[in-house]
């Protein structure tokens, strides 16, 4: 005589293959190794591709990484960045909204934080120095912040504020490798 389980037993124990599965795909994609590759963010390596003649704002197109390509935008002394995933797809990150309103300018390097996948680079995050004059008093004096950046299929957005400190570089590429689950940042935050 065979016996068969309950429908509930059968669903059960699919449930639990299941999560069991998701668990070891979830750990692989964890302990995939992220390393660092930088992108040039200077004047000099991007390639100017609008310039405002009445409001002197500029559009700078910069190298990216595996496919990717950053847009340096200047408006009244603020500077953003705008990623352009592979396929043409514009994600303004809004410094000059979410890091800082003050007078603004980005670093010369980009730091994009990425994984290999079939031998190609597959960036995951990006961190980016945002240099900000927020004292009025002494406006040559610049807080230096980086600014990290998840980068998903679905979503490109600034998760994460890092001020400056003696372990700020370090900080930031412990919150770019878990930024793909972190939620955007929506404002100025103190």
């Known amino acids: 005589m065979r016996m068969t389980a309950p429908p509930w037993q059968i669903l059960l124990n ?15 994609k964890a302990q995939a190794k992220l390393e660092s590759v930088y992108s040039d963010l200077a004047e000099a390596k991007c390639k100017t591709i609008e310039i405002d003649e009445e409001t002197a704002s500029s559009t700078q197109r910069c190298p990216g990484i595996g496919g990717y390509k950053l847009l340096v935008h200047d408006d009244d002394a603020r500077q953003s960045i705008t990623v352009v995933t592979p396929g043409g797809k514009k994600h303004p990150l809004d ?13 010369n390097k980009a730091e994009w934080r990425v994984t290999k996948r079939k031998g190609k680079l597959l960036p995951v995050a990006l961190i980016v120095r945002v240099n900000a004059s927020e004292d009025s008093s002494n406006p040559s004096r610049r807080t230096s912040y980086l600014a990290v950046v998840k980068v998903t299929p679905e979503e490109i957005c600034v998760t994460h504020k890092i001020p400056p400190g003696a372990k700020a570089n370090e900080t930031a590429r412990k919150a770019a490798d878990t930024a793909q689950t972190a939620a955007c940042l929506k404002g100025v935050a103190p």
Request: proline fraction near 0%; charged fraction near 5%; glycine fraction near 8%.
């Open 14 to 28: 699919a449930a639990i293959f299941l999560a069991l599965l998701f668990a070891t795909g979830e750990a692989t």
């Open 95 to 107: 410094f000059w909204q979410v890091v800082t309103y003050a007078f603004s300018s980005v670093g």
